[in-house]
């Protein structure tokens, strides 16, 4: 399994032409990675999006997992994020299968500065998860500090530390998770087209499992601008597990943004 992790990162292929240019510096969590850049979207600036994913876990049925966020720059250099994630058939660490409207999610955006000189700009990003999904207790907080910093003349990286904590853990499950991963962005064919940035990622995550380790995070994709407020992206991402507790699993990632 760990080896088709890893053969598997590098099936993914762009074959599309250019149309208008892309926000380069605005990347979004599971559009199609796990991670965020450091820029706010724009104030009084709205965006809906839709992800949706299929998942291989690792000795366990195929699923299905899908995301839905509404975005919205109520300030300058901030913006809320309302989310809920549904997921349907197998997934790790669970022998449920059935459908689950999944946790509703309220979170808050803050760029503190731009990016100038060797200083790289910063944010910060919190999100609580509400018990909204099948058999869900207690409440779930996740804060994230963001760095992002150009590299050469077209290379960005983007570091997000992570620090998770679960009011009421399942029976087994941890309820500290610190998180690390480290993103990777830049345009595609620039200067001659505008419309499509490659991303890449590696991180390392806690396992929800007490007995659990670290997983390995990776992955890579595509976001390609389709109109002048809209775009696709699409991916593969993959957890690696440390030991025999935990489970990787596979995901092919698409999904579609909308700005207004």
Do not use: C
Not at 29 to 47: H, K, N, W, Y
Not at 113 to 135: K, S, W
Not at 195 to 203: I, R
């Amino acid at each position: 399994m760990r080896r088709f992790l890893l053969i598997a990162l590098g099936l993914v292929v762009s074959l599309t032409n250019p149309v208008f240019a892309n926000d380069h510096n605005n990347l979004d969590s599971g559009r199609p990675l796990s991670f965020d850049d450091a820029e706010s979207i724009g104030f009084g600036e709205q965006s809906i999006e839709f992800g949706g994913s299929l998942v291989f876990p690792e000795n366990s049925n195929l699923g299905g997992e899908f995301d839905i966020e509404y975005l919205n720059g109520i300030i300058r250099n901030g913006h809320i994020i309302i989310g809920i994630d549904p997921q349907v058939g197998g997934r790790v660490n669970s022998d449920d299968t059935d459908f689950d409207v999944g946790n509703l999610s309220v979170g808050f955006f803050y760029n503190f500065n731009r990016e100038y000189d060797n200083v790289p700009a910063f944010a910060i990003r919190t999100d609580l998860g509400l018990p909204t999904g099948n058999n869900a207790r207690g409440l779930d907080f996740r804060l994230r500090g963001i760095a992002s910093k150009t590299v050469g003349q077209f290379h960005r990286l983007h570091l997000n530390l992570d620090l998770n904590i679960k009011t009421d853990p399942d029976n087994g499950d941890q309820s500290f998770l610190p998180a690390a991963i480290l993103g990777y962005s830049r345009p595609i064919g620039y200067p001659k087209r505008f419309d499509q940035t490659f991303l890449a990622e590696l991180g390392v995550i806690t396992s929800d499992n007490s007995n659990g380790g670290v997983l390995i995070r990776t992955g890579m994709g595509i976001r390609q601008q389709i109109h002048r407020q809209g775009g696709i992206d699409w991916g593969i991402e993959g957890d690696i597990a440390t030991n025999g507790h935990d489970q990787s699993q596979l995901k092919l990632k698409i999904g579609y943004s909308f700005r207004f």
